[in-house]
């Protein structure tokens, strides 16, 4: 038969109140009765009915995810880490897709919040980055968590409270130096949209590497597209066909690189003999690849939970101690860690480099 909440009271001897108390972390509960009801739970293998909890009290026992974004594997990484947070603290999760230009997003987060009894919310970019997106869950009075590059952290007002963030600079800055010390002079950087904060960031990193390498930034070498496959092939098409075509390039995700693999194939260029490729987040593309990507690893799934655990700690600190504890700053950041792998290599002496090209793409277009 399944176990109840009053089995457990039974076991521990308390009452059913006081094994709820321990359920929902409630202080006002002695170390001593607290260890019994805690004993009993796991010598019973009981399991708490969320669901029941939900409509059964005032407090809510979900969070929920919003995002807008392409990458499957982004959003699934994420996802995993927020899960086996909200686990541990038995919250559930909900997921909420949306489009970041819907001109209905408020309507959608008051709906989400009251209807779906929302205890906190996690917010990746786009959404973090907007600033009306925040006043709106203040208004709420919703705990939440932003995910979000450092970048816009220093260009925004009052962005670092409560806030995850990604150094994107210095990730794309130690893929850049690394091309660098290769012998590449010439370095493509192929990019999403210059909307996303990331991309700023990645952008920023590239330049300051170049500068403090004593390169020029030519920006001719720097094309604008999306963080999409199909972006990398038209990219490092573009900048392969010019007159002064790139030994190395840098693209803005893995997406991007593995397009820019391609369109290097398509063309009979060598990787990395003739032509260096790197990507970014070290996601499954860039080892899916042949050659496999150099990247910078974004521990996305880390990035999840820690998120998880500051919105559920918030959550606690606002039920136990009040809403001014509960709103104290609070910012993690995490640094991209450069990955080398097969697809970059020393820069290609004169007479190997891809200007000789153009009649073997050619006869293969």
Request: net charge neutral; glycine share 6%; charged share 20%.
């Given at each position: 038969?399944?176990?109840?909440?009053?089995?457990?009271?039974?076991?521990?001897?308390v009452?059913?109140?006081?094994?709820?108390?321990?359920?929902?972390?409630?202080?006002?509960?002695?170390?001593?009765?607290?260890?019994?009801?805690?004993?009993?739970?796991?010598?019973?293998d009981?399991?708490?009915?969320?669901?029941?909890?939900?409509?059964?009290?005032?407090?809510?026992?979900?969070?929920?995810l919003?995002?807008?974004?392409?990458d499957?594997?982004?959003?699934?990484?994420?996802?995993?880490?927020i899960?086996?947070?909200?686990?541990?603290?038995?919250?559930?999760?909900?997921?909420?897709?949306?489009?970041?230009?819907?001109?209905?997003?408020?309507?959608?987060?008051?709906?989400?919040?009251?209807?779906?009894?929302?205890?906190?919310?996690i917010?990746?970019?786009?959404?973090?980055?907007?600033?009306e997106?925040?006043?709106?869950?203040?208004?709420?009075n919703?705990?939440f968590?932003r995910i979000?590059?450092?970048?816009?952290?220093?260009?925004?007002?009052q962005?670092?409270?409560?806030?995850?963030?990604?150094?994107?600079?210095?990730?794309?800055?130690?893929?850049?130096?690394?091309?660098?010390?290769?012998?590449?002079?010439?370095?493509?950087?192929?990019?999403?949209?210059?909307?996303h904060?990331?991309?700023?960031?990645?952008?920023?990193?590239?330049?300051?590497?170049?500068?403090?390498?004593?390169?020029?930034?030519?920006?001719?070498?720097?094309?604008?597209?999306?963080?999409?496959?199909?972006?990398?092939?038209?990219?490092?098409?573009?900048?392969?066909?010019?007159?002064?075509?790139?030994?190395?390039?840098?693209?803005?995700?893995?997406?991007?690189?593995?397009?820019?693999?391609?369109?290097?194939r398509?063309m009979?260029?060598?990787?990395?003999?003739?032509?260096?490729?790197?990507?970014?987040?070290?996601?499954?593309?860039s080892r899916?690849?042949?050659?496999?990507?150099?990247?910078?690893?974004?521990?996305?799934?880390e990035?999840?939970?820690?998120?998880?655990?500051?919105?559920?700690?918030?959550?606690?600190?606002?039920?136990?101690?009040?809403?001014?504890?509960?709103?104290?700053?609070?910012?993690?950041?995490?640094?991209?860690?450069?990955?080398?792998?097969?697809?970059?290599?020393?820069?290609?002496?004169q007479?190997?480099?891809?200007?000789?090209?153009?009649?073997?793409?050619?006869?293969?277009?």
């Open positions: 038969m399944k176990v109840t909440i009053t089995d457990v009271a039974k076991r521990a001897g009452s059913i109140k006081t094994v709820s108390r321990v359920i929902n972390n409630e202080p006002s509960v002695r170390p001593t009765t607290r260890t019994r009801v805690l004993m009993a739970i796991q010598a019973l009981y399991r708490p009915n969320l669901a029941a909890r939900n409509l059964a009290g005032t407090h809510s026992y979900s969070i929920a919003i995002y807008d974004n392409p499957a594997y982004y959003v699934i990484d994420m996802q995993n880490g899960l086996a947070a909200c686990r541990a603290r038995d919250y559930e999760l909900l997921i909420h897709p949306s489009s970041a230009k819907s001109p209905s997003i408020h309507d959608e987060l008051h709906k989400l919040v009251e209807q779906s009894r929302i205890a906190g919310l917010l990746t970019p786009p959404f973090s980055e907007y600033p997106v925040i006043d709106t869950l203040k208004a709420l919703v705990e968590v979000l590059s450092s970048q816009a952290a220093d260009q925004l007002d962005m670092e409270e409560n806030c995850i963030q990604v150094d994107d600079g210095a990730g794309a800055f130690s893929i850049t130096r690394h091309l660098v010390e290769l012998g590449h002079r010439r370095i493509g950087y192929l990019h999403g949209g210059i909307e904060f990331s991309t700023l960031g990645r952008l920023e990193g590239y330049m300051r590497a170049l500068q403090e390498s004593q390169l020029p930034v030519d920006d001719q070498m720097i094309l604008e597209g999306e963080y999409s496959f199909d972006s990398g092939v038209a990219g490092a098409t573009a900048l392969l066909k010019s007159d002064s075509p790139p030994t190395a390039v840098f693209a803005g995700n893995d997406e991007i690189a593995a397009g820019a693999l391609f369109a290097a398509k009979n260029i060598d990787v990395p003999q003739q032509l260096s490729i790197a990507g970014f987040e070290d996601s499954p593309f899916q690849t042949c050659p496999k990507l150099t990247t910078a690893h974004q521990p996305n799934e990035i999840g939970r820690c998120a998880a655990e500051l919105t559920l700690e918030r959550i606690h600190c606002k039920g136990n101690m009040g809403k001014e504890k509960s709103q104290e700053s609070i910012t993690r950041r995490f640094t991209p860690r450069l990955i080398v792998r097969d697809s970059t290599g020393a820069a290609p002496k007479s190997s480099t891809i200007q000789a090209q153009p009649a073997s793409h050619k006869k293969t277009g």
